[in-house]
């Protein structure tokens, strides 16, 4: 079975900083989805960035990318120049190419950003 | 475009009572997926329909039940309260196609067992 480990429970960075979240995760497929999701207390999930496990290139979205390591099974995740709005908490997730959409979780990262 | 819509936001149940959330996808998906949030288990994968069928189950008892109606709207059914089951309910819609795995959510039904 797959399994998303996530081993950082709280991380905090100043603003306008760069910080990096970690996520590993364990699988016997080839292909697969991987996303990172945003929690703002209170709020709705959103998705931060998608990464396909078939293409090499790291994924992107403006202040957000991807380190994808596909044999180290890792997949973290950059934000840079960092905003208040950035405090959340941020789960990694696995997606199969055969389970629809089943996701599974990482346990979560809260990212505290310091004025 | 609306995004999905769950409801209600909020409620308070006993125990041994049943509890009925709704969901609304986004205009067009036709999948929806549920998951318990709680600060000790996470988010965990409850069930995903699709056109009105269900084609993947977590590893819930039966006491939690689901259905999707013609219109791609959702419903998830616990019954027989338990105190554990005091949770974060979120819904998510889906396109339906395999392209880019994207789920959209909902704010979520919190629920609280007495």
């Known amino acids: 079975a797959q399994t998303v480990t996530q081993s950082q429970p709280e991380m905090s960075v100043q603003e306008a900083e760069t910080v990096t979240l970690s996520c590993t995760y364990d699988?016997?497929?080839?292909?697969?989805?991987l996303f990172w999701y945003k929690q703002p207390p209170s709020r709705q999930m959103i998705l931060v960035i998608r990464?396909?496990?078939?293409k090499q290139q790291n994924a992107t979205e403006n202040r957000f990318s991807v380190n994808f390591q596909k044999a180290a099974k890792s997949f973290s995740l950059k934000i840079s120049d960092s905003q208040l709005g950035d405090a959340a908490m941020y789960f990694c997730?696995?997606?199969?190419?055969?389970?629809?959409?089943?996701?599974?979780w990482g346990a979560g990262t809260k990212l505290i950003i310091k004025p | 475009k609306a995004g999905v819509t769950q409801t209600p936001r909020y409620l308070i149940k006993t125990r041994g009572q049943q509890v009925t959330l709704s969901c609304s996808p986004i205009?067009?998906?036709?999948?929806v997926s549920w998951y318990q949030q709680t600060p000790g288990q996470g988010l965990q994968f409850l069930f995903e329909?699709?056109?009105?069928?269900?084609?993947n189950k977590g590893n819930f008892p039966g006491r939690f039940s689901g259905r999707q109606f013609s219109n791609s709207r959702s419903e998830m059914n616990v019954s027989t309260l338990e105190l554990g089951d005091s949770a974060l309910y979120l819904c998510?819609?889906?396109?339906?196609?395999?392209?880019?795995?994207?789920?959209?959510f909902g704010e979520g039904s919190r629920l609280t067992v007495l």
């Open positions: 205009s067009g998906h036709r999948s």
């Open positions: 699988t016997s497929e080839s292909d697969y989805y």
């Open positions: 997730a696995y997606r199969g190419m055969d389970s629809n959409y089943q996701l599974i």
């Open positions: 990464q396909e496990a078939y």
């Open positions: 998510a819609s889906s396109g339906g196609t395999s392209g880019t795995g994207e789920l959209f």
């Open positions: 329909y699709f056109s009105e069928t269900q084609r």
